[in-house]
């Protein structure tokens, strides 16, 4: 039992990770230099971020734990 959900959090957290990652490099693709980004739309930029890894990080924890249960 310990093992599941020590599996589940690393596999949360690898999932947060790389989907926040993936986030962060996406949004700095799209940034000019020359169109300034108003300071609201940067702090929901960063919110959006952490909101949509956190779920990345469940679903993929969630995924880990199905797929130990198939085994």
Do not use: C, Y
Not at 20 to 31: D, H, Q
Request: charged share 15%.
């Amino acid at each position: 039992m310990l093992n599941a959900i020590l599996g589940a959090l690393k596999w949360g957290a690898v999932g947060f990770v790389v989907t926040f990652f993936l986030m962060v490099i996406f949004e700095a693709s799209r940034i000019h230099d020359d169109i300034p980004v108003p300071e609201f739309k940067r702090r929901h930029t960063t919110r959006t971020a952490v909101v949509l890894s956190t779920f990345a990080g469940i679903l993929s924890g969630l995924v880990w734990l199905l797929v130990q249960h198939w085994d």
